[in-house]
Protein backbone atom coordinates (compact mmCIF):
# COMPACT_ATOMS: atom_id res chain seq x y z
CA UNK A 1 0.00 0.00 0.00
CA UNK A 2 0.92 3.52 -0.83
CA UNK A 3 2.47 6.04 2.16
CA UNK A 4 2.72 9.38 2.85
CA UNK A 5 6.25 10.79 4.08
CA UNK A 6 5.68 14.26 5.26
CA UNK A 7 7.80 16.93 7.28
CA UNK A 8 5.91 18.64 9.31
CA UNK A 9 5.52 22.59 10.80
CA UNK A 10 5.80 23.41 6.91
CA UNK A 11 4.02 27.07 6.74
CA UNK A 12 1.54 26.89 3.85
CA UNK A 13 0.58 29.77 1.43
CA UNK A 14 -1.46 29.97 -1.77
CA UNK A 15 -4.51 28.96 -3.09
CA UNK A 16 -6.01 25.68 -3.87
CA UNK A 17 -9.19 25.13 -6.03
CA UNK A 18 -11.66 22.11 -4.56
CA UNK A 19 -12.29 19.34 -7.03
CA UNK A 20 -16.20 18.51 -7.56
CA UNK A 21 -17.81 16.28 -4.17
CA UNK A 22 -17.53 13.45 -3.91
CA UNK A 23 -20.58 13.17 -2.41
CA UNK A 24 -22.40 14.49 -5.30
CA UNK A 25 -20.81 13.25 -7.91
CA UNK A 26 -21.36 9.50 -6.49
CA UNK A 27 -25.24 9.57 -6.81
CA UNK A 28 -25.45 11.60 -10.52
CA UNK A 29 -23.54 8.48 -11.54
CA UNK A 30 -25.93 6.27 -10.05
CA UNK A 31 -29.06 8.80 -11.51
CA UNK A 32 -27.60 8.26 -15.11
CA UNK A 33 -28.82 4.93 -16.01
CA UNK A 34 -32.30 6.84 -15.43
CA UNK A 35 -32.53 7.09 -19.05
CA UNK A 36 -30.68 5.30 -22.07
CA UNK A 37 -29.23 8.41 -22.97
CA UNK A 38 -25.99 9.42 -22.74
CA UNK A 39 -25.04 11.94 -19.82
CA UNK A 40 -22.18 13.37 -19.31
CA UNK A 41 -20.03 14.32 -16.05
CA UNK A 42 -17.77 17.12 -16.14
CA UNK A 43 -14.77 17.50 -13.92
CA UNK A 44 -15.10 14.67 -12.12
CA UNK A 45 -12.31 14.04 -9.54
CA UNK A 46 -9.99 10.90 -10.19
CA UNK A 47 -10.77 8.91 -6.57
CA UNK A 48 -11.17 5.16 -5.99
CA UNK A 49 -14.87 5.58 -5.15
CA UNK A 50 -15.75 7.36 -8.70
CA UNK A 51 -13.66 4.25 -10.46
CA UNK A 52 -15.91 1.65 -7.97
CA UNK A 53 -19.04 3.51 -8.91
CA UNK A 54 -18.17 3.65 -12.68
CA UNK A 55 -17.10 -0.51 -12.50
CA UNK A 56 -21.06 -1.10 -10.99
CA UNK A 57 -22.10 0.72 -13.58
CA UNK A 58 -20.02 -1.75 -15.93
CA UNK A 59 -21.73 -4.41 -14.32
CA UNK A 60 -25.06 -3.57 -14.94
CA UNK A 61 -24.48 -3.29 -18.86
CA UNK A 62 -23.62 0.50 -19.21
CA UNK A 63 -21.17 1.82 -21.31
CA UNK A 64 -18.27 4.12 -18.99
CA UNK A 65 -15.68 6.46 -20.72
CA UNK A 66 -13.23 8.74 -19.12
CA UNK A 67 -11.81 11.97 -21.29
CA UNK A 68 -10.29 15.12 -20.13
CA UNK A 69 -11.81 14.76 -16.29
CA UNK A 70 -15.35 13.95 -17.70
CA UNK A 71 -16.99 11.30 -17.41
CA UNK A 72 -19.82 9.76 -20.30
CA UNK A 73 -22.10 7.06 -19.41
CA UNK A 74 -23.96 5.58 -21.79
CA UNK A 75 -27.51 2.83 -19.97
CA UNK A 76 -28.08 0.30 -21.94
CA UNK A 77 -32.00 -0.34 -22.68
CA UNK A 78 -31.81 -3.67 -20.87
CA UNK A 79 -29.08 -5.38 -18.67
CA UNK A 80 -27.73 -6.51 -15.33
CA UNK A 81 -29.97 -5.10 -12.67
CA UNK A 82 -27.70 -7.50 -10.02
CA UNK A 83 -25.07 -5.63 -8.64
CA UNK A 84 -21.85 -7.74 -7.66
CA UNK A 85 -21.52 -8.08 -3.89
CA UNK A 86 -17.49 -7.42 -4.39
CA UNK A 87 -18.40 -4.22 -5.36
CA UNK A 88 -21.33 -2.91 -2.96
CA UNK A 89 -19.35 -4.11 0.00
CA UNK A 90 -16.59 -1.72 -0.67
CA UNK A 91 -18.49 0.86 -1.69
CA UNK A 92 -21.95 2.22 0.82
CA UNK A 93 -23.03 4.63 -2.26
CA UNK A 94 -24.00 1.65 -4.62
CA UNK A 95 -26.94 1.44 -2.33
CA UNK A 96 -28.35 4.25 -4.78
CA UNK A 97 -28.56 2.04 -7.60
CA UNK A 98 -31.82 0.43 -5.56
CA UNK A 99 -33.82 3.63 -6.41
CA UNK A 100 -32.56 4.37 -10.19
CA UNK A 101 -32.81 0.55 -10.89
CA UNK A 102 -36.17 0.30 -9.84
CA UNK A 103 -37.34 3.08 -11.63
CA UNK A 104 -35.83 2.18 -14.67
CA UNK A 105 -36.60 -1.49 -14.74
CA UNK A 106 -38.88 -2.14 -12.06
CA UNK A 107 -35.95 -4.54 -10.29
CA UNK A 108 -32.67 -4.43 -8.37
CA UNK A 109 -30.61 -6.75 -6.33
CA UNK A 110 -27.37 -5.79 -4.18
CA UNK A 111 -25.71 -6.99 -1.25
CA UNK A 112 -25.66 -4.80 2.05
CA UNK A 113 -23.24 -1.57 0.87
CA UNK A 114 -19.98 -1.48 3.07
CA UNK A 115 -17.22 1.52 2.34
CA UNK A 116 -15.29 2.58 5.39
CA UNK A 117 -15.68 1.28 8.77
CA UNK A 118 -17.36 4.06 11.12
CA UNK A 119 -20.52 2.51 12.21
CA UNK A 120 -23.38 0.28 11.45
CA UNK A 121 -25.12 2.88 9.15
CA UNK A 122 -28.51 0.87 8.71
CA UNK A 123 -30.61 1.11 5.57
CA UNK A 124 -33.54 0.65 7.11
CA UNK A 125 -34.81 4.06 6.16
CA UNK A 126 -33.81 3.50 2.43
CA UNK A 127 -35.82 0.12 2.22
CA UNK A 128 -39.13 1.61 4.12
CA UNK A 129 -39.35 4.18 1.96
CA UNK A 130 -39.15 1.93 -1.36
CA UNK A 131 -41.78 -0.02 0.44
CA UNK A 132 -44.29 2.92 0.52
CA UNK A 133 -43.38 2.86 -3.36
CA UNK A 134 -44.84 0.06 -3.64
CA UNK A 135 -41.78 -2.17 -3.49
CA UNK A 136 -41.20 -5.43 -2.67
CA UNK A 137 -38.33 -6.12 -0.67
CA UNK A 138 -36.65 -9.88 0.40
CA UNK A 139 -33.97 -9.87 2.53
CA UNK A 140 -31.67 -13.04 2.51
CA UNK A 141 -28.50 -14.16 3.68
CA UNK A 142 -26.91 -10.60 3.37
CA UNK A 143 -28.71 -9.86 0.08
CA UNK A 144 -31.46 -7.33 -0.76
CA UNK A 145 -33.55 -8.46 -3.69
CA UNK A 146 -36.27 -5.64 -4.96
CA UNK A 147 -39.45 -5.67 -7.31
CA UNK A 148 -42.31 -3.95 -8.21
CA UNK A 149 -44.63 -3.92 -11.34
CA UNK A 150 -44.92 -0.30 -10.88
CA UNK A 151 -43.65 2.40 -8.57
CA UNK A 152 -46.69 4.68 -7.25
CA UNK A 153 -46.27 8.10 -5.68
CA UNK A 154 -46.40 8.29 -2.04
CA UNK A 155 -46.29 10.27 0.99
CA UNK A 156 -43.01 9.91 2.78
CA UNK A 157 -41.84 11.02 6.48
CA UNK A 158 -37.85 10.34 7.53
CA UNK A 159 -37.47 9.55 11.32
CA UNK A 160 -34.04 11.15 10.29
CA UNK A 161 -33.08 13.20 7.74
CA UNK A 162 -30.42 10.71 6.39
CA UNK A 163 -28.70 12.13 2.97
CA UNK A 164 -28.46 8.70 1.38
CA UNK A 165 -32.25 8.18 1.95
CA UNK A 166 -33.28 11.06 0.60
CA UNK A 167 -31.02 10.71 -2.87
CA UNK A 168 -32.47 7.07 -2.67
CA UNK A 169 -36.15 8.76 -2.89
CA UNK A 170 -35.45 11.25 -5.17
CA UNK A 171 -33.85 8.18 -7.30
CA UNK A 172 -37.04 5.92 -7.52
CA UNK A 173 -39.64 8.63 -6.97
CA UNK A 174 -38.54 10.26 -10.26
CA UNK A 175 -40.09 7.11 -12.14
CA UNK A 176 -43.18 6.90 -10.31
CA UNK A 177 -46.66 7.44 -11.06
CA UNK A 178 -48.00 10.59 -9.68
CA UNK A 179 -46.44 12.65 -6.97
CA UNK A 180 -44.19 11.89 -4.30
CA UNK A 181 -43.84 13.93 -1.08
CA UNK A 182 -40.88 13.80 1.02
CA UNK A 183 -40.76 15.25 4.86
CA UNK A 184 -37.61 15.33 6.93
CA UNK A 185 -35.58 15.57 3.65
CA UNK A 186 -32.03 16.24 4.12
CA UNK A 187 -30.78 19.47 3.23
CA UNK A 188 -27.14 19.39 2.42
CA UNK A 189 -26.22 21.07 -0.89
CA UNK A 190 -25.40 17.63 -2.15
CA UNK A 191 -29.54 16.98 -2.32
CA UNK A 192 -30.01 20.22 -4.20
CA UNK A 193 -27.21 19.19 -6.99
CA UNK A 194 -29.33 15.77 -7.59
CA UNK A 195 -32.01 17.86 -7.86
CA UNK A 196 -31.09 19.84 -10.47
CA UNK A 197 -29.39 17.09 -12.01
CA UNK A 198 -32.47 15.64 -11.93
CA UNK A 199 -34.35 18.73 -13.30
CA UNK A 200 -31.80 19.21 -16.14
CA UNK A 201 -32.73 15.35 -16.79
CA UNK A 202 -36.09 16.16 -17.79
CA UNK A 203 -37.71 15.31 -14.33
CA UNK A 204 -39.68 17.77 -11.85
CA UNK A 205 -38.54 17.96 -8.61
CA UNK A 206 -38.64 21.01 -6.08
CA UNK A 207 -37.54 21.73 -2.59
CA UNK A 208 -34.32 20.48 -2.30
CA UNK A 209 -32.16 22.16 0.47
CA UNK A 210 -35.63 22.45 2.55
CA UNK A 211 -37.06 19.56 4.77
CA UNK A 212 -40.25 19.08 2.25
CA UNK A 213 -39.39 17.54 -1.31
CA UNK A 214 -41.68 16.93 -3.94
CA UNK A 215 -41.44 15.14 -6.83
CA UNK A 216 -43.46 14.75 -9.53
CA UNK A 217 -42.72 11.52 -11.49
CA UNK A 218 -43.33 9.41 -14.27
CA UNK A 219 -41.92 12.02 -16.97
CA UNK A 220 -39.75 10.97 -19.65
CA UNK A 221 -36.28 11.71 -18.63
CA UNK A 222 -33.13 12.27 -21.13
CA UNK A 223 -29.68 12.54 -21.54
CA UNK A 224 -27.84 15.85 -19.95
CA UNK A 225 -24.22 17.30 -19.45
CA UNK A 226 -23.74 18.44 -15.85
CA UNK A 227 -20.79 20.05 -13.75
CA UNK A 228 -21.23 19.28 -9.88
CA UNK A 229 -20.61 21.24 -6.80
CA UNK A 230 -17.34 21.53 -5.51
CA UNK A 231 -16.57 19.82 -2.56
CA UNK A 232 -16.95 21.52 0.54
CA UNK A 233 -15.38 18.40 3.01
CA UNK A 234 -12.31 19.08 0.88
CA UNK A 235 -12.28 22.59 0.79
CA UNK A 236 -12.71 22.35 4.48
CA UNK A 237 -9.97 20.29 4.90
CA UNK A 238 -7.18 22.89 3.23
CA UNK A 239 -9.00 25.52 5.24
CA UNK A 240 -7.83 23.14 8.43
CA UNK A 241 -4.90 22.18 7.85
CA UNK A 242 -3.98 26.00 6.83
CA UNK A 243 -4.62 26.73 10.08
CA UNK A 244 -2.52 24.02 11.80
CA UNK A 245 0.18 24.78 9.94
CA UNK A 246 0.10 28.35 9.64
CA UNK A 247 -0.10 30.80 6.97
CA UNK A 248 -2.66 32.63 4.42
CA UNK A 249 -4.50 30.36 1.87
CA UNK A 250 -7.80 30.79 -0.08
CA UNK A 251 -10.01 28.05 -1.00
CA UNK A 252 -11.82 28.29 -4.51
CA UNK A 253 -15.13 26.78 -5.76
CA UNK A 254 -17.31 26.83 -1.92
CA UNK A 255 -19.21 29.73 -0.10
CA UNK A 256 -18.61 30.55 3.18
CA UNK A 257 -22.93 29.03 3.25
CA UNK A 258 -22.22 25.73 2.92
CA UNK A 259 -19.28 25.94 5.93
CA UNK A 260 -20.93 28.05 8.20
CA UNK A 261 -19.86 26.43 11.38
CA UNK A 262 -16.39 25.30 10.26
CA UNK A 263 -15.77 29.10 9.74
CA UNK A 264 -17.03 30.02 12.93
CA UNK A 265 -15.39 27.16 15.25
CA UNK A 266 -11.71 28.07 12.95
CA UNK A 267 -12.52 31.76 14.25
CA UNK A 268 -12.77 30.19 17.25
CA UNK A 269 -9.50 28.90 17.35
CA UNK A 270 -7.88 32.13 16.62
CA UNK A 271 -7.75 32.02 12.37
CA UNK A 272 -8.82 35.19 10.49
CA UNK A 273 -11.12 34.09 8.03
CA UNK A 274 -12.54 36.16 4.93
CA UNK A 275 -15.07 35.10 2.41
CA UNK A 276 -16.13 36.77 -1.16
CA UNK A 277 -18.65 34.64 -3.64
CA UNK A 278 -17.27 31.25 -3.93
CA UNK A 279 -13.85 31.63 -1.92
CA UNK A 280 -12.82 31.24 1.63
CA UNK A 281 -9.29 32.93 2.79
CA UNK A 282 -7.80 31.63 5.75
CA UNK A 283 -5.20 33.36 7.80
CA UNK A 284 -3.07 31.60 10.83
CA UNK A 285 -0.33 31.85 13.04
CA UNK A 286 -0.76 28.16 13.80
CA UNK A 287 -0.70 28.93 17.81
CA UNK A 288 -4.33 27.90 18.53
CA UNK A 289 -6.80 27.62 21.27
CA UNK A 290 -9.00 24.80 21.65
CA UNK A 291 -12.64 24.74 20.69
CA UNK A 292 -15.07 24.57 23.83
CA UNK A 293 -17.16 21.95 22.07
CA UNK A 294 -17.68 21.05 18.80
CA UNK A 295 -20.79 18.88 18.03
CA UNK A 296 -21.61 16.83 14.28
CA UNK A 297 -25.26 17.51 13.27
CA UNK A 298 -27.03 17.15 9.33
CA UNK A 299 -26.72 19.92 7.49
CA UNK A 300 -26.61 23.32 8.35
CA UNK A 301 -25.00 21.46 11.27
CA UNK A 302 -21.20 20.98 11.97
CA UNK A 303 -20.61 18.31 9.27
CA UNK A 304 -19.34 14.93 10.44
CA UNK A 305 -17.01 14.13 7.60
CA UNK A 306 -15.08 17.56 8.97
CA UNK A 307 -15.10 16.09 12.49
CA UNK A 308 -11.76 13.66 12.39
CA UNK A 309 -9.67 16.90 11.04
CA UNK A 310 -11.16 19.31 14.08
CA UNK A 311 -10.47 16.75 16.54
CA UNK A 312 -6.52 16.60 15.10
CA UNK A 313 -6.76 20.54 15.14
CA UNK A 314 -7.65 20.07 18.84
CA UNK A 315 -5.36 17.97 19.70
CA UNK A 316 -2.32 20.50 19.02
CA UNK A 317 -3.97 23.20 20.03
CA UNK A 318 -4.24 24.91 23.56
CA UNK A 319 -6.80 24.13 26.06
CA UNK A 320 -9.57 21.43 26.09
CA UNK A 321 -12.23 20.25 24.08
CA UNK A 322 -15.15 18.01 23.58
CA UNK A 323 -15.90 16.20 20.54
CA UNK A 324 -20.13 14.86 20.28
CA UNK A 325 -20.36 12.90 17.44
CA UNK A 326 -24.16 11.90 16.53
CA UNK A 327 -24.27 10.64 13.39
CA UNK A 328 -21.66 7.65 13.23
CA UNK A 329 -21.25 5.61 16.53
CA UNK A 330 -17.49 4.39 15.47
CA UNK A 331 -16.34 7.50 13.91
CA UNK A 332 -13.04 7.84 16.34
CA UNK A 333 -11.36 4.69 15.16
CA UNK A 334 -8.33 7.07 14.01
CA UNK A 335 -7.53 8.20 17.65
CA UNK A 336 -5.13 5.42 18.71
CA UNK A 337 -3.04 6.79 15.80
CA UNK A 338 -3.50 10.50 17.01
CA UNK A 339 -2.29 9.23 20.24
CA UNK A 340 0.65 8.15 18.52
CA UNK A 341 1.65 11.44 17.86
CA UNK A 342 0.87 12.72 21.54
CA UNK A 343 -2.24 13.46 21.39
CA UNK A 344 -4.39 13.21 24.86
CA UNK A 345 -7.95 12.25 23.88
CA UNK A 346 -10.45 9.83 25.99
CA UNK A 347 -13.07 8.68 24.14
CA UNK A 348 -16.30 8.01 25.87
CA UNK A 349 -19.12 6.98 23.17
CA UNK A 350 -19.70 9.49 21.05
CA UNK A 351 -17.81 11.90 23.22
CA UNK A 352 -14.71 12.53 22.88
CA UNK A 353 -12.17 14.38 24.97
CA UNK A 354 -9.23 16.39 23.90
CA UNK A 355 -6.46 18.35 26.16
CA UNK A 356 -4.36 20.18 24.01
CA UNK A 357 -1.18 18.92 23.46
CA UNK A 358 0.45 22.40 22.23
CA UNK A 359 2.10 20.86 19.05
CA UNK A 360 2.10 17.02 18.06
CA UNK A 361 5.09 15.36 17.27
CA UNK A 362 5.91 12.61 13.99
CA UNK A 363 5.15 9.10 14.32
CA UNK A 364 4.15 6.21 12.02
CA UNK A 365 0.03 5.79 11.98
CA UNK A 366 -1.80 3.76 9.44
CA UNK A 367 -5.44 5.58 8.12
CA UNK A 368 -8.89 3.27 8.77
CA UNK A 369 -11.64 5.56 7.01
CA UNK A 370 -11.33 8.06 4.63
CA UNK A 371 -11.70 11.42 7.03
CA UNK A 372 -9.84 9.59 10.22
CA UNK A 373 -7.23 9.31 7.36
CA UNK A 374 -7.18 12.72 6.62
CA UNK A 375 -7.24 14.05 9.96
CA UNK A 376 -3.57 11.64 10.65
CA UNK A 377 -2.39 13.39 7.19
CA UNK A 378 -3.26 17.14 8.58
CA UNK A 379 -2.16 16.00 12.09
CA UNK A 380 1.09 15.07 10.51
CA UNK A 381 1.52 18.44 8.33
CA UNK A 382 1.50 20.35 11.61
CA UNK A 383 3.36 17.74 14.03
CA UNK A 384 7.45 18.43 14.38
CA UNK A 385 9.49 15.99 13.04
CA UNK A 386 9.11 13.82 10.32
CA UNK A 387 5.68 11.05 9.86
CA UNK A 388 4.66 8.48 7.59
CA UNK A 389 1.27 8.22 7.02
CA UNK A 390 0.30 4.50 5.57
CA UNK A 391 -2.71 2.84 3.95
CA UNK A 392 -3.48 5.71 1.63
CA UNK A 393 -6.35 3.78 -0.58
CA UNK A 394 -8.61 5.25 2.09
CA UNK A 395 -7.53 8.90 1.57
CA UNK A 396 -7.50 8.25 -1.69
CA UNK A 397 -11.36 7.82 -2.43
CA UNK A 398 -12.13 10.53 -1.63
CA UNK A 399 -9.29 12.70 -2.10
CA UNK A 400 -7.70 13.49 -5.35
CA UNK A 401 -4.24 14.54 -5.88
CA UNK A 402 -3.92 15.65 -1.96
CA UNK A 403 -0.30 15.58 -1.57
CA UNK A 404 0.61 17.64 -5.04
CA UNK A 405 -1.64 20.17 -3.80
CA UNK A 406 -0.51 20.23 -0.28
CA UNK A 407 3.03 20.44 -2.02
CA UNK A 408 1.99 23.71 -4.20
CA UNK A 409 1.00 25.30 -0.98
CA UNK A 410 4.26 24.78 1.11
CA UNK A 411 3.81 21.28 2.50
CA UNK A 412 6.88 18.88 2.39
CA UNK A 413 5.20 15.60 1.70
CA UNK A 414 5.55 12.90 -0.91
CA UNK A 415 4.15 9.65 -1.73
CA UNK A 416 6.09 6.05 -1.40
CA UNK A 417 4.28 3.82 -4.03
CA UNK A 418 4.53 -0.22 -2.69
CA UNK A 419 3.51 -2.83 -4.73
Given at each position: ???F??????R???????Q???????????????????????E????S?VH?????????????????????????????????????????????????????????????????????????????A????????????G?????????????????????????????A??????????????????????Q?????????????????????????????????????I??????????????????????????????????????????????????????L??????????????????????????????????????L????????????????????????????????????????????????????????????????????????????????????????????
Amino acid sequence: MDKFIICGGKRLDGSVCAQSAKNSVLPLLAASVLTGDPVVIREVPDISDVHCMAEILQEIGAEVSFAGGDVRIESLHAGNHSIPPTLTRELRSSVFMLGSLLARFHRAACAYPGGCDIGLRPIDLHLNALKRLGVSIREREGYITCECDRLTGAEIALDFPSVGATENILLAAVGAEGTTVLGGAAKEPEIVDLQNFLNAMGANVRGAGTDVIVIKGGLPLHGATYTPVKDRIEAGSFLIACAICGGEVEVEGVGGDTLGLLLHKLRENGCKIHTKNDKIKIASTGSLRCNRKIETMPFPGFPTDLQAQMTALNAGAEGVSVIVENLFETRYKYVPELIKMGADIEVRGRNAVVRGAGRLHGANVACGDLRGGAALVLAALGAEGVSEVSDLSYVDRGYAGLEQKLRALGADIRRIREE
